[in-house]
């Protein structure tokens, strides 16, 4: 969005409320429509963590920053902003769909009866992110799931997880680990090891896409809990399917999972 547009909805008195998602963390990840809106919004509001990854694009706009728990106040504080005729910039990080601000922001605005227009910009995913860093373990069908309890009782999480191994989606595990959650990672691998041959690739990427920060490793089922101390919330893993395969080369290790061209195709 062009700022002078951004600029006619506050002379109009017309306040708007943007859920942007940023991505890895860092500005070249963003897209450009986000970016703009980033530039010329009245507020930005979002984590601390995720505000200094944007400081580059933080200058006249107010900030209002918060801690990692105070999401459902972020939220109140964006609609109530927008309500007074605000532009408003709620920050999340990667995608706002992915476990992101999107939908506790909407039922907020829901339950407020907010009368302002609301846009979701979309953001480069954390299993995209690690995904291009491993080269392409997640072309053919995928799931993605969540280890943190916090939110869904982990009875939900384990049905998942078996259900998804158990039709040998390539499965995409995020939050595996934290200060408080040390086994869910480990239970998680072994639900898989149900259906799935110790064989099949796993990546684990952290930091994705952040610069110098960004390290990965590539491995198999079986010996994945081998890095169990490795593994952080900052930790993103791809557990792979039955035709996936590691493409070890002078440049390292891939991860390919094919798409199915190898049955119709000769190349």
């Known amino acids: 969005m062009e700022g002078s547009q951004l600029q006619s909805q506050n002379e109009n008195e017309n306040g708007k409320l943007f859920i942007i998602g940023i991505g890895p963390g860092s500005v070249e990840q963003l897209t ?9 919004s009245d507020y930005i509001v979002g984590n601390g963590t995720y505000l200094d990854q944007m400081e580059s694009l933080l200058g006249e706009q107010e900030i209002i920053r918060s801690a990692m728990g105070k999401e459902v106040d972020r939220a109140k504080k964006a609609v109530n902003l927008a309500k007074e005729n605000k532009v408003v910039s709620m920050i999340s990080g990667g995608d706002a769909n992915v476990y992101g601000m999107a939908g506790l922001v909407l039922e907020v605005a829901e339950h407020e009866d907010l009368d302002v227009d609301v846009e979701v910009l979309p953001g480069v995913t954390a299993i995209t992110a690690g995904a291009s860093v491993l ?14 309890d916090l939110l869904t009782p982990w009875e939900v999480i384990e049905k998942r997880l078996d259900a998804a191994a158990s039709a040998d989606f390539v499965i995409s595990l995020y939050n595996p680990k934290s200060r408080q959650r040390h ?3 480990s239970r998680a691998i072994e639900i898989i090891k149900k259906h799935k041959d110790g064989s099949v690739p796993v990546g684990l990427v952290k930091n994705a896409l952040r610069g110098e920060s960004q390290d990965y490793i590539v491995t198999t089922l079986e010996d994945v809990l081998d890095y169990n101390d490795w593994v952080d919330m900052s930790t ?32």
């Open 236 to 267: 993103m893993i791809i557990v792979c399917n039955a035709d996936s395969r590691i493409w070890k080369s002078e440049k390292g290790e891939k991860i390919i999972t094919p798409r199915g061209y190898q049955r119709k195709y000769d190349y």
């Open 183 to 185: 086994s869910n990672f």
């Open 135 to 148: 080269g392409a373990p997640i072309v053919n069908d995928f799931s993605v799931i969540s280890l943190s």
């Open 32 to 40: 450009v429509r986000a970016r703009d809106v980033i530039l010329n």
